[in-house]
């Protein structure tokens, strides 16, 4: 299973980007989608995750300005991200809870990470 994350860049404050993050591989299902970000010398932390009913839960820190969606056929999770502070500056992984076959339980699988950073 590979999870291949895209559309980070630079943006300058108040701007916006759109992550997108598909999964390919032998996939029998996906539950929980989401994604993480680490800032320079931080911990990386959660940002938001998607169940795969639609269900959102975002952090606090982007409340607001973040919004998380997916789209079940294409097995994509979506960051859209919009009055971007400097703060937000960060590689951002995609998640995804990935069972590749029906009798094999669920497995956390990680993308290698986008860099987004935002300038003021």
């Known amino acids: 299973v590979q999870l291949q994350a895209s559309g980070g860049g630079l943006a300058q404050a108040g701007g916006s980007l759109r992550l997108s993050c598909a999964a390919s591989?032998?996939?029998?299902?996906?539950?929980?989608m989401g994604w993480h970000r680490q800032a320079p010398e931080k911990p990386r932390e959660l940002v938001a995750t998607?169940?795969?009913?639609?269900?959102?839960d975002v952090a606090d820190s982007v409340k607001d300005r973040f919004t998380i969606s997916r789209d079940n056929a294409k097995k994509a999770v979506y960051l859209q991200m919009n009055s971007l502070k400097p703060e937000d500056t960060a590689v951002y992984y995609c998640?995804?809870?990935?069972?590749?076959?029906?009798?094999?339980?669920?497995?956390?699988?990680w993308g290698r990470g986008t860099l987004v950073t935002v300038s003021s």
């Open positions: 998607i169940t795969s009913g639609g269900s959102t």
């Open positions: 998640t995804a809870g990935v069972r590749t076959k029906t009798w094999l339980g669920e497995r956390n699988y």
């Open positions: 591989g032998t996939i029998f299902s996906i539950n929980d």
